[in-house]
């Protein structure tokens, strides 16, 4: 894969995932579960941003940016969504650190990708504390404690 094809494919990411995010933070909010959506909403903000910069990089490397996005599936069991965005950030890690051995030769994009490593770990670390949580208080009382 190139820098360019990793980059492309880095922007469509994002911007499906966030739009997923984002539908995902609305129907929460819809139920009630008002801090959960919060944090899903700036996670989908947050990814908005990092395509954005995706593509900032890609005009400032001379290279037209593709509008396209990755389809991700919508979930309606809180569970479900949180044991998706783990698993999805398990396999998204290994690869952005795998791929910044393209950019070894130009600093701002590999920093920029690290900088979305970091992001991203913290999402993983985020969405495993509360699938742990889940398990110890139980769906119930996790759920009341997503209220308001």
Known sequence: MTKVEFLQELAKGWFGNSQQHSIQAQL????????LADKIAEESD?????????????IEMGVTPKV???????FTDIK????????????ALPEM?????????DYVTKSMIQEFIVDEQDHFNWVRQHLSLMEEIG????L???LG
């Open 97 to 105: 650190s795998k791929a910044l051995a393209l950019f070894d030769d």
């Open 139 to 142: 769906m119930e009382n996790y």
């Open 68 to 74: 396209e996005l990755v389809e991700y599936p919508v």
């Open 46 to 58: 947050e990814e908005w941003e990092e395509a954005k910069k995706v593509n900032a990089r890609l």
């Open 80 to 91: 479900e969504m949180l044991e998706y965005d783990c698993k999805d950030a398990a396999e």
């Open 28 to 35: 929460l909010r819809q139920r009630g579960f008002g801090k």
């Open 144 to 146: 009341i404690e997503q």
